[in-house]
């Protein structure tokens, strides 16, 4: 891991690179709170490159922060209710939408870089990801130890255990939730390898229904409040409810 001058200086080098656009999120069909279009910023990466993102400011101070990475295919704005209710806890959030999955990693960097100039402190982050987006999010958490905590949605590892069990051994003791549908075997298969094989706490929730991602969240109000609640109490330093039963 870099030194903590370098990782200023990379951090700042990111932040430069952050330029806001105007426009709007369109809707899809799914449920979603949505009083007023969302402005979207062109982040750019650092080695290259621009993912689209939506910046949602903590309502009053922050105690900490939440990068929310998009799978492919979907839309920043379907992380609204996660980061609606997000913020009404005090904590920032950017929904990131990379380019593809194999700059995941480069989105994530400059992500945590935009909350630090939102006043997030660096060691006050952590990382939501959801499918198989969840493989480089578990890769990047583990290189970057700052990352306080991991939240993966229906996770779709295509990763050898091998792999898998190593990034978890580097990311070490810090907590992880998954989240899951009943109906999600891909999801369920994959979070319980990563419930196993993990070095301290990973709490493991399950909902009804077969939806994944950010449409789980969507079509479950339960879903949302409990992240929420969770990656607040992980980042205040409070001990969250810890189940692995299926959530009604």
């Not at 279009?37 to 922050?62: C, D, F, H, K, N």
């Not at 989240?179 to 419930?195: M, R």
Request: glycine fraction near 10%.
């Amino acid at each position: 891991m870099t030194s903590a001058a370098s990782r200023g200086a990379r951090i700042a080098a990111v932040v430069v690179g952050v330029s806001l656009v105007g426009g709007a999120i369109c809707g899809c069909g799914r449920p979603r709170d949505r009083d007023a279009a969302t402005p979207t910023e062109t982040l750019v990466l650092p080695e290259g490159g621009a993912a689209q993102s939506v910046l949602v400011s903590a309502a009053r101070e922050p105690v900490g922060g939440v990068v929310l990475l998009q799978h492919a295919g979907g839309e920043v704005g379907d992380w609204q209710p996660l980061a609606t209710r997000l913020a009404a806890s005090a904590m920032t959030s950017l929904a990131i939408l990379p380019p593809s999955t194999s700059v995941a990693s480069h989105a994530l960097e400059a992500g945590v870089a935009r909350l630090v100039q939102k006043d997030v402190a660096p060691e006050k982050v952590a990382v939501v990801a959801t499918r198989d987006d969840c493989d480089g999010a578990l890769a990047f958490a583990a290189r970057h130890r700052e990352v306080t905590a991991l939240v993966l949605i229906s996770p779709e590892s295509r990763e050898e255990t091998g792999r898998l069990g190593a990034w978890l051994k580097d990311y070490g003791k810090r907590p992880i939730l998954l989240v899951t549908a009943e109906g999600d075997a891909f999801g369920n298969t994959t979070a319980l390898s990563i419930k196993e094989s993990a070095q301290g706490i990973a709490e493991l929730r399950q909902y009804p229904g077969m939806s994944r991602g950010t449409d789980l969240l969507a079509l479950s109000e339960s879903a949302v409040e409990q992240v929420a609640y969770w990656l607040e109490a992980v980042v205040t330093e409070r001990t969250p409810l810890q189940s692995s039963e299926t959530e009604p």
